[in-house]
């Protein structure tokens, strides 16, 4: 079953914040994070997995609430190149060999 | 950038042919995937693979099968497509389902099934 993210799309102007969430019904053991950019394939952020520990991105952070079986991706101080599509993936347990993808949300960051 | 490529990049054809996508690596990786992206869908797994002739069905398996008879190699057959089958179609390889599983994409081929 498919993550669902919030919002769908969101169009900030470049130095904003954002947020996006990813949740799931099921009880996790990673999120990943991923971003594509019009007609590009999608290029790995960020892992984080059960018990706190975060792989990935500098200027990009993310949390992980394994109660709650959501992450949320924090983009600070937004730059034109973070417009794309951010999708999360879902791992439900340590070795499962599929990622699951979320539907997807479109951020357009404007100068 | 990691060796992955995906061949055709653009097809189209007429419903009811068979179609072939091929996926190549040269990172020697264990695992490969099938993902299929639609609008509001976002990536949907549709066959994966974890070693030669190794392979299972992901979320939206039915109309398609695979093979990987080499390492490198990873075939999405389209028995008889579909215009529901229009997509673009990514293929990604990881090391492993390992703590740090991390998938890196092909550029993606899009097909369009009149």
């Known amino acids: 079953q498919q993550p669902v993210q919030s919002p769908q799309a969101v169009i900030l102007r470049e130095g904003e914040d954002a947020v996006i969430n990813c949740s799931s019904s099921?009880?996790?053991?990673?999120v990943h994070w991923y971003r594509q950019k019009h007609g590009e394939a999608p290029v790995f952020l960020m892992i984080?997995?059960?018990?706190?520990e975060q792989k990935g991105h500098e200027k990009i952070s993310a949390s992980f609430n394994e109660k709650k079986q959501q992450s949320s991706l924090y983009l600070t101080a937004s730059q034109l190149s973070y417009s794309g599509t951010y999708f999360c993936?879902?791992?439900?347990?340590?070795?499962?060999?599929?990622?699951?993808f979320g539907q997807g949300t479109r951020l357009t960051i404007n100068p | 950038d990691a060796g992955i490529t995906q061949s055709p990049r653009h097809k189209v054809t007429e419903t009811g042919t068979p179609v072939t996508l091929r996926c190549h690596q040269t990172?020697?990786?264990?695992?490969m995937y099938w993902y299929r992206q639609d609008p509001g869908h976002g990536l949907r797994l549709i066959h994966y693979?974890?070693?030669?002739?190794?392979?299972d069905k992901g979320e939206v398996s039915d109309g398609y099968s695979v093979s990987r008879s080499k390492t490198e190699d990873f075939l999405l057959t389209l028995e008889s497509a579909t215009s529901s089958q229009t997509s673009v179609y990514f293929c990604?390889?990881?090391?492993?389902?390992?703590?740090?599983?991390?998938?890196?994409f092909g550029a993606g081929s899009r097909l369009t099934v009149l």
């Open positions: 990604a390889i990881s090391e492993g389902p390992t703590v740090a599983n991390v998938l890196t």
């Open positions: 099921k009880a996790l053991y990673s």
């Open positions: 984080l997995l059960k018990g706190g």
């Open positions: 993936g879902s791992q439900e347990v340590q070795g499962a060999q599929k990622l699951v």
């Open positions: 990172e020697n990786h264990r695992y």
């Open positions: 693979s974890y070693g030669v002739k190794d392979t």
